[in-house]
């Protein structure tokens, strides 16, 4: 199962970057933020896993995304 997810995460941001090589490229009016992120990381990850919601059998991944420099050594 593990494999697995690690493939589809994988995919999921190589699809991310080529669909959208500018996914860093903010200007004032935008903005960077985790949400942004999130968003689209999620619509490449949902092409290859099917969210059931009120099924936590089907919860198998959490993920956390930091859109800037930070120090996430905590975080793991």
Known sequence: MINLISKILCSAIKNLFENQPDIFDFT????????????????????????????????????ETKCCNVDVSTDI
Request: with cysteine; proline share 0%.
């Open 28 to 63: 004032s009016q935008t903005g960077e933020t985790e949400w942004n992120l999130c968003h689209h990381f999620a619509n490449e990850i949902h092409k290859y896993i099917f969210c059931k919601r009120g099924i936590n059998a089907l919860n198998f991944l959490a993920i």
